[in-house]
C-alpha cells in the first residue's frame, strides 16, 4: 500500500481530491524530514566537574528516551491537527449554512478519544432548527443496539427531547435532524441504548456538550 492510499484512509470520505493532495503534500514533507536527529554524545551524560555538595544532579537522557519525547510530541501534534481539520471541513457541506457552530462534545473512559460537532443553520418560521452532528470515535454497536441523540437543558443537564437516532461507521459518521423551540441555552448528549434483561433498554451517556459552550443565537 502507498503512502496516499494509507493517508488516503486516515481522512474523512468527502475530503476532495485538492484537499487531498494538498495533505499528501504535507504528508510527504514530513516523510522527507526523518526521524528526529541524535541527541549529541556531549549531551547523553552529566558534565563532569570538580566541584562536590551543593550543586544540582544532572540526569544523563539516553538516546531511547530522546526519540520517545520526539516521537510522543509528533503524535501529540498530528492530533491537535486532526481535531483542527475536523472542524474546518465540517462547515464547508454543500447546501449547509450555520446560523451557530460547531458546539463541541466530549467523553470520558472509553469515549474520551471520541470527536463530535453539532452545526446548526438558521431556523425557520415555525422555529425548527435543522442542526447537522458529525462524530467520529464512537464504537459500532451490537445488533439492537444504537445511539440516540438528546437536546438538553445546557445549564442543568436534564434532557428536554430526543433528537435522532443513528448508528455509527468507520470514519466520519454524518448525521442530519432538527429540533424545535428556542436555541439559545440549549445542549445536547448522546447516549448508548442497549437491550436489557426483560425488555428494557440500558442508556449509557458517551457524549456530551459543555454547558458554557452548549447555547448560541442565530
Same mark, same amino acid.
Given at each position: ?41 556531549h ?23 530522546? #526519540? ?8 501529540? %501534534? ?12 465540517? %462547515? ?13 462534545? #466530549? ?11 453539532i452545526?446548526? %443553520?438558521?431556523?425557520d ?5 435543522t442542526? +447537522? ?25 436534564? +434532557? ?25 441555552? #440549549?445542549?445536547?448528549?448522546? =447516549? ?13 451517556? =458517551?457524549?456530551?456538550?459543555? %454547558?458554557?459552550?452548549?447555547s448560541?443565537?442565530?
Amino acid at each position: 500500500m502507498t503512502d496516499r492510499l494509507e493517508l488516503r484512509d486516515l481522512l474523512p470520505d468527502d475530503v476532495g481530491p485538492d484537499e487531498l493532495a494538498r495533505l499528501a503534500r504535507v504528508h510527504e514533507l514530513l516523510v522527507s524530514a526523518g526521524a528526529p536527529a541524535e541527541l549529541p554524545p556531549h549531551l547523553e551524560s552529566a558534565p563532569r566537574t570538580g566541584r562536590t555538595g551543593g550543586g544540582a544532579t544532572v540526569l544523563p537522557l539516553d538516546r531511547s528516551r530522546w #526519540r520517545t519525547i520526539a516521537m510522543t510530541a509528533a503524535a501529540a %501534534a498530528a492530533v491537535l491537527f486532526g481535531v483542527g481539520f475536523f472542524s474546518g471541513w465540517a %462547515a464547508k457541506d454543500t447546501g449547509f449554512r450555520a446560523a451557530f457552530g460547531p458546539v463541541p462534545m #466530549r467523553g470520558a473512559g472509553a469515549t474520551s478519544k471520541a470527536i463530535a460537532e453539532i452545526w446548526v %443553520a438558521p431556523a425557520d418560521k415555525a422555529l425548527n432548527w435543522t442542526s +447537522k452532528l458529525k462524530v467520529r470515535g464512537l464504537p459500532e454497536l451490537g445488533k439492537d443496539s444504537y445511539y440516540a441523540l438528546y437536546l438538553t437543558d445546557a445549564k442543568t443537564g436534564r +434532557k428536554i427531547l430526543v433528537c435522532t437516532a443513528f448508528s455509527v461507521h468507520a470514519g466520519v459518521t454524518t448525521v442530519t435532524f432538527n429540533f424545535p423551540g428556542e436555541a439559545k441555552d #440549549r445542549g445536547w448528549l448522546i =447516549v448508548s441504548e442497549t437491550p436489557g434483561p426483560n425488555g428494557t433498554e440500558i442508556a449509557k451517556p =458517551v457524549l456530551w456538550t459543555e %454547558a458554557e459552550r452548549s447555547s448560541g443565537t442565530a
